[in-house]
Structure formats: structure tokens, C-alpha cells
T-cell receptor, first 114, second 109 residues
Framework: DQQVKQNSPSLSVQEGRISILNCDYT??????FLWYKKYPAEGPTFLIS?????DKNEDGRFTVFLNKSAKHLSLHIVPSQPGDSAVYFC?????????????FGKGTRLSVIA | NAGVTQTPKFRVLKTGQSMTLLCAQD?????MYWYRQDPGMGLRLIHY???????AKGEVPDGYNVSRLKKQNFLLGLESAAPSQTSVYFC????????FGSGTRLTVV
């Protein structure tokens, strides 16, 4: 059973607009969440993270929102740029009792159209 | 992906052959992981290690073995390759935000 779900396999957005990528999780023990970005033929790279004690974390054009009651997080990219075109993975972990390995979603392919 | 080196980058195997994938790190991390990425399946954990001499199973460990004899190296072995093991394999290191290698693309024919 999937613990981390990204229900949209793909998303297409115009350059300059907002991109919103969504992620749902089922394990209420998760307390640390991350987003990774992956270009073709490269390894995933860390983008942004959020702890369960927060509901928002911002880093430049990237903001992650966490709604614990809904077990939902989202990544907002504003403004979107063509270089943001990549696959985005949501990941989650349990850290309070010793780190467990990250569990990843299936990914969402973002295409930013110029 | 500085600090995490995977070898080889590409390999084609025949069914039943064996091979070892090497992950080497120079960041002195205790934690190392092997993931596989398949279309529509995301990244799935195969095995991981929390320190030299330790290994543990992940979500999809069948058909693979691992060893962590030295802190800086984490080896993933396929004893008898099967077409279902055709995938892109990623090594990662770290405790919270992982650093990934650039991947090994393996095709089993």
C-alpha cells in the first residue's frame, strides 16, 4: 500500500504562472517531508523540506505547505520557469524515533511552457 | 552529484548473469541507500545501511544482496539477473536530505 501518493503523473504550466504539485500521505507517523527534483539522466536533487511542526517553508521561488490534518502537502513554484521542467518527487520520513529511510511518491512530471 | 559516485553508469546483462554495482562516497556519512526507479513507480528502496558492517532490507529486496564492508562503499549485488531487474539504480547517502548519485542504468535481456 502506497504511503506517499502523488496522484498527478504530469502537469503543464505556462512560464511565469504558478505551479502547484500535490502530495498525500497515509502514515500519520511521518514527521519530515521533502521535495526532490529530477532531470533526465541525473540523480534526484534535494529541493526543499518541511518539518511537521511547521505548516509552511519558503525558499526563493519554492514554497512547501503542510496540512497535517488532511495529510497533504503541496509545492508551489512562483513564477515557473522553463528550467523547472523536471520530475518532482515527494518524500516522507519518520525522524522522532530514529531516522527511517525516505519513502517516495511516484513523481509528477512538470512541463513549463515558454 | 558531488560526493557520491556510482559505477558502472550503464550495463547490459544476460538473464542469469551476476554483477555488482558500487556506490562510493567521500562525505563520511553513516547512512547509505540503494533505490531503483522504474517508470510510473517512483523510487523504491532496495536495501540500506546505517553504518559500516550493517545492512537492512527495504521495500523491494528480493533478488539483491548488499554489503558495507567499508564505511565509504556500499555494494549492490545481483546474483542471477532477471529481466524484471531492468531499471535505473540510484545510490543515496545522508540522514535527512539525501545526496544521490547519478545512477546506473541496467538492462537485463
Amino acid at each position: 500500500d502506497q504511503q506517499v501518493k502523488q496522484n498527478s503523473p504530469s502537469l503543464s504550466v505556462q512560464e511565469g504562472r504558478i505551479s502547484i504539485l500535490n502530495c498525500d500521505y497515509t502514515n500519520s507517523m511521518f514527521d519530515y517531508f521533502l521535495w526532490y527534483k529530477k532531470y533526465p539522466a541525473e540523480g534526484p536533487t534535494f529541493l526543499i523540506s518541511i518539518s511537521s511542526i511547521k505548516d509552511k517553508n519558503e525558499d526563493g521561488r519554492f514554497t512547501v505547505f503542510l496540512n497535517k490534518s488532511a495529510k497533504h502537502l503541496s509545492l508551489h513554484i512562483v513564477p515557473s520557469q522553463p528550467g523547472d521542467s523536471a520530475v518532482y518527487f515527494c518524500a516522507a520520513s519518520v525522524t522522532f524515533s530514529g531516522n527511517t529511510p525516505l519513502v517516495f511518491g511516484k513523481g509528477t512530471r512538470l512541463s513549463v511552457i515558454a | 552529484n558531488a560526493g557520491v559516485t556510482q559505477t558502472p553508469k550503464f550495463r547490459v546483462l544476460k538473464t542469469g548473469q551476476s554483477m555488482t554495482l558500487l556506490c562510493a562516497q567521500d562525505m563520511n556519512h553513516e547512512y547509505m541507500y540503494w533505490y531503483r526507479q522504474d517508470p510510473g513507480m517512483g523510487l523504491r528502496l532496495i536495501h540500506y545501511s546505517v553504518g559500516e558492517g550493517t545492512t537492512a532490507k527495504g521495500e523491494v529486496p528480493d533478488g539483491y544482496n548488499v554489503s558495507r564492508l567499508k564505511k565509504q562503499n556500499f555494494l549492490l549485488g545481483l546474483e542471477s539477473a532477471a529481466p524484471s531487474q531492468t531499471s535505473v539504480y540510484f545510490c543515496a547517502i545522508g540522514a535527512y536530505g539525501y545526496t544521490f548519485g547519478s545512477g546506473t542504468r541496467l538492462t537485463v535481456v
